[in-house]
């Protein structure tokens, strides 16, 4: 079975400009999560949604940020504008919301980010 | 608020030996999961192993096995016959079983070097 997959794997944009990231999660999977991953922050969660409603966009730092999941197998990260300080590597994962492994999230290779 | 700590940001350890990588977590909850994911250099996020709160048997996969000591709110990872492909950050993560409430928590994460 194919994994998380994430789209593009690096980009490299100026400040200023429509950053988005995609995310297919694994088929079957309900619940879907984004994390971004900083050396001064660590593993932050910035929102999750089950059966394609947002749950908890707590972590979304500002209003630069956005979200969407319009269906099971598609979800989408917006940073507009971008900023230097939203560099980072931003990880798509998706798991179960129950079942016997609907314990485990299961993460993409991650999307590298830098804002110049 | 649940919250992860590992105390340890740095390990080495020489290839072939056993080393163990510790964490501790606060939670109110009596059933939760618990993780390690590895993140090699690729960064790339691997489930290592997980463990079911009201299991009281410790999770063992291969060369990595874990301490669960619920009362103490210890989960560490030992890996035994340490090899060079093991070197990697080590992330140690709570999740609840609550569905409203599924993201992961993640600690600050413990860099693992194997010395040949």
């Known amino acids: 079975d194919a994994g998380v997959i994430q789209s593009p794997r690096h980009e490299v944009t100026e400040m200023g400009q429509e950053v988005t990231l995609r995310c297919k999660p694994i088929s079957g999977h309900n619940s879907l999560f984004w994390y971004r991953q900083t050396m001064m922050r660590g593993l932050e969660l910035l929102i999750y949604f089950n059966n394609n409603v947002p749950i908890d966009d707590s972590g979304m730092p500002e209003d630069r940020f956005s979200a969407k999941m319009p269906n099971a197998s598609f979800s989408t990260l917006k940073i507009q504008p971008s900023e230097p300080r939203d560099s980072a590597v931003y990880f798509c994962?998706?798991?179960?919301?129950?079942?016997?492994?609907?314990?485990?999230?299961?993460f993409g290779e991650g999307s590298w980010l830098t804002v110049v | 608020a649940q919250t992860v700590t590992q105390s340890q940001p740095e390990m080495s350890v020489q290839e072939a030996e056993t080393v163990t990588l510790s964490c501790t977590y606060d939670t109110s909850e009596s059933d939760y999961y618990l993780f390690w994911y590895k993140q090699p250099p690729s960064r790339q996020m691997i489930l290592v192993i997980r463990q079911e709160a009201y299991k009281q048997q410790n999770a063992t996969e291969n060369r990595f096995s874990v301490n669960f000591q619920k009362a103490a709110k210890s989960f560490s990872l030992k890996i035994s016959d340490s090899q060079l492909g093991d070197a990697a950050m080590y992330f140690c993560a709570y999740r609840s079983v609550d569905q409203g409430a599924q993201k992961l928590v993640f600690g600050q994460g413990t860099r693992l070097t194997i010395n040949p």
């Open positions: 994962a998706s798991s179960q919301v129950w079942g016997a492994f609907g314990n485990t999230i299961y």
